[in-house]
């Protein structure tokens, strides 16, 4: 079986791809490409011009919840999607929150004028900018990361007492916040600081963060 992750490595969606294949088990390639310069005929490859998209074979499959899904049914050990209904809920329900909540303000409002404009430009952020993606993560960030720190109850994982697909999708955005230079603020969510701490450490992360940071890593935290 040939696995080609299409995507920016910096993506939190790739990452997710990317971790969720590690935490298998399965060797894949990860082609880079943006979606802001993507090649030609990227559209026929991708409708809706997102990242990433998998390549499995010559199988094509787009999104990576789905197709986080597809590998688990190709790869189904070890189980990073619960078979039990109502924590197969709760997992699907942590990836949703990462994807549709913590997502837009963590990418839009802090990683992209901290760390992706600056990139592209050649120039620092401004001070102004620093100022205005602290405010965001203070007044928006905080209160997502304040559930999350009440959800994680005491316990390692937010489902089952395992890594799933939960854990790795939160675990994933929350590195943009990091390269912004904003991690979880250990004074007001102190479990869930500590548990995106264990969640970067793990072997699977770690190599995905080391690679951004060679290009992102000038504010990391």
């Known amino acids: 079986m040939s696995f080609k992750i299409l995507g920016a490595s910096v993506s939190p969606f790739v990452r997710k791809v990317q971790v969720f294949c590690a935490e298998k088990g399965l060797d ?36 990576s919840s789905i197709i986080c899904a597809y590998l688990e049914k190709v790869a189904p050990e070890p189980a990073l999607i619960p078979s039990e209904p109502y924590e197969m809920a709760r997992a699907l329900w942590f990836e949703e929150y990462a994807d549709s909540g913590l997502m837009p ?13 600056p990139l592209l430009s050649g120039q620092a952020a401004d001070p102004q900018a620093v100022e205005d993606a602290r405010k965001v993560f203070d007044e928006e960030v905080t209160p997502l990361y304040t559930y999350l720190d009440q959800q994680l109850g005491g316990g390692q994982y937010f489902v089952g007492g395992r890594l799933t697909i939960a854990d790795i999708s939160i675990a994933s955005i929350t590195v943009n916040g990091r390269l912004a230079g904003f991690p ?35 504010r990391f935290k």
């Not at 390639?29 to 011009?49: H, K, M, N």
């Not at 963590?106 to 901290?114: A, D, E, M, V």
């Not at 969510?189 to 190599?207: E, G, Q, V, W």
């Open 28 to 63: 894949y390639t990860l082609s880079q490409v943006s979606p802001f310069s993507p090649p030609e005929g990227w559209r026929d490859i991708s409708p809706l011009g997102k990242i990433p998209v998998l390549d499995h074979d010559g199988r094509i499959i787009n999104d």
């Open 184 to 218: 979880p603020d250990a004074a007001r969510t102190p479990a869930f600081a500590a548990y995106i701490d264990r969640m970067h450490a793990l072997p699977s992360f770690a190599a995905c963060i080391e690679t951004d940071k060679k290009v992102f890593g000038a």
């Open 105 to 117: 303000v963590l990418g839009s409002k802090i990683f992209q004028p901290l760390c992706l404009r």
